[in-house]
C-alpha cells in the first residue's frame, strides 16, 4: 500500500465526518487516463477534502514555502505534491505538470492561485488553460462549498469533463481555456449552493 493510499484510509473516515462531507458528481470523474481538475479555492482544507473524495490519487500543486517546512515538506512530497513559485512562470513547476498529465495521472488546481478571501470565485490564472491546452487530459471542474465549521457540512461537487476540443483545434490562448474552466466552476457553485 502506497503512502497515500495508507494517508487516504486513516484521514478520510475523520474529515468525512467532521465536515459532513457530501460529495456529488463521481460518476463524471475518467477511471483512467489523464486528468486535469480544477476546483475554488475557499480554505486549507480543500486539498485534503479533495485527497479523500476523489476517486484517484491527486498530484497537487503547491506553493513552494510549504515545502520549506521540515516535516510538512516530506508528508506533502509523499502525497504527490510538488512546488510551484508563484507569481512568475515556474517552467520546473510546468514540466513536472505536463508529465503527471501525459502519465495518465490527476493533476489537481486551484486555477485562482490562492484562496478566496470573500468565498467568491475569483480571476483564474493561465496555467490551468495551459495544461488544459498542451496535453489531451480530460478537464473535470469542482466546486467546494462550505465553511469548513466543525460539524457543518461541505460539498464537493464533481462536473461533466469540459469539452476543450474547438479550444485545442483554435489553438486558443490558455487565458480563453481558463476563462471556460472558471465559467463552469462558476456554474457547479450557481447549481449547488
Known amino acids: 500500500m502506497t503512502f497515500y ?16 462531507v457530501e460529495v456529488k458528481g463521481l ?15 475557499i480554505d486549507n482544507m480543500d486539498p485534503p477534502i479533495l485527497g479523500v473524495t476523489c476517486p484517484r490519487p491527486i498530484s497537487f500543486m503547491a506553493k513552494a514555502e510549504l515545502f520549506n517546512v521540515p516535516i510538512l515538506s516530506g508528508i506533502i512530497k509523499k502525497l504527490n505534491a510538488f512546488p510551484v513559485k ?14 503527471v498529465l501525459k502519465e495518465g495521472k ?8 490562492t484562496r478566496s478571501k470573500t468565498g467568491k470565485l475569483g480571476k483564474g ?19 467546494i462549498i462550505g465553511s469548513y465549521r466543525i460539524f457543518q457540512k461541505v460539498k464537493v461537487i464533481y462536473g461533466k469533463p469540459i469539452d476543450m476540443s474547438e479550444l485545442r483545434e483554435k489553438k486558443a490562448s490558455p487565458e480563453e481555456a481558463t476563462n471556460l474552466i472558471m465559467t463552469h466552476i462558476q ?3 450557481n447549481e449547488n449552493r
Open 187 to 189: 456554474q457547479l457553485l
Open 106 to 113: 490527476v493533476l489537481g488546481l486551484f486555477p485562482e492561485g
Open 27 to 41: 460518476e463524471h470523474f475518467p477511471e483512467q487516463g489523464g486528468v486535469l481538475l480544477c476546483s475554488n479555492h
Open 125 to 143: 490564472l493561465a496555467g490551468a488553460g495551459y495544461f488544459a491546452l498542451r496535453t489531451n487530459a480530460q478537464v473535470i471542474p469542482c466546486a
Open 5 to 20: 493510499a495508507f494517508a487516504k484510509r486513516i484521514v478520510s473516515p475523520i474529515l468525512k465526518k467532521m465536515y459532513r
Open 86 to 99: 508563484r507569481g512568475g512562470n515556474d517552467r520546473e513547476a510546468l514540466r513536472t505538470g505536463l508529465k
